[in-house]
């Protein structure tokens, strides 16, 4: 199976930029679930890997208040333009945006927590994570969901998922586990399985 592709993704994000918001309300849902699985509290920092328009932030800013600081990391120029403007209309002062692949991004650290919300290229990228890693704090929290293959009895779906994810991941290395690389950071992880098996939610603490 291939790895990730930094440039491929770049021009499908740059094609799905306008539409993304509106195409990530059916997840929204899940996406809220996951934030709350970080226990953030204020004044602290969260990560938010690969945070494309900043959808994101809105929770993230009610956990951590005023006196927190939130991270957040983008690939897609077109992407981070919208989170920035998003930022400017909302007058947020405590949001750092960063440009950058995450295996080569300027982490400010060390961050209390991270977020991955369906970031599969960057969770099979092991210098990402090693990256991301190096900036965080021992006993930080994470939580993570995303896409993933269904269990052998359900595998007609998998066609499904494939379709769906396919827009968004420039591989499918993976995609039956996509946490395992990640679970080697972490001491504790849990998760479970939602959407009829095809998505997944897990949460753990950084060793």
């Not at 994101?56 to 897609?76: A, H, N, T």
């Not at 989170?83 to 961050?111: F, H, K, M, Q, Y």
């Not at 990256?131 to 006993?139: K, L, Q, V």
């Amino acid at each position: 199976m291939s790895a990730p592709d930094p440039q491929l993704a770049i021009a499908r994000y740059r094609a799905h930029a306008p539409g993304y918001d509106a195409s990530a309300a059916r997840t929204m849902r899940l996406r809220r679930r996951t934030v709350a699985r970080l226990g953030l509290r204020p004044g602290q920092t969260v990560l938010d890997v690969a945070c494309g328009t900043g959808l994101s932030f809105p929770l993230l800013r009610d956990c951590v208040g005023e006196s927190g600081r939130i991270v957040g990391v983008e690939l897609s120029p077109e992407m981070l333009a919208l989170a920035r403007e998003r930022c400017r209309r909302e007058g947020w002062r405590n949001v750092t945006l960063i440009e950058s692949a995450l295996e080569s991004a300027d982490i400010p650290g060390p961050v209390d927590a991270i977020l991955f919300n369906f970031t599969h290229d960057v969770l099979r990228s092991r210098a990402a994570l090693g990256r991301i890693f190096a900036a965080t704090r021992p006993g930080a929290r994470v939580a993570v969901a995303g896409m993933k293959l269904a269990p052998w009895w359900l595998a007609p779906l998998n066609l499904v998922v494939r379709a769906q994810a396919r827009p968004y991941m420039t591989t499918f290395e993976g995609l039956r586990a996509p946490w395992d690389l990640l679970e080697g950071h972490l001491a504790a992880f849990e998760r479970e399985t939602v959407l009829l098996g095809t998505g997944y939610i897990g949460w753990g603490v950084v060793r």
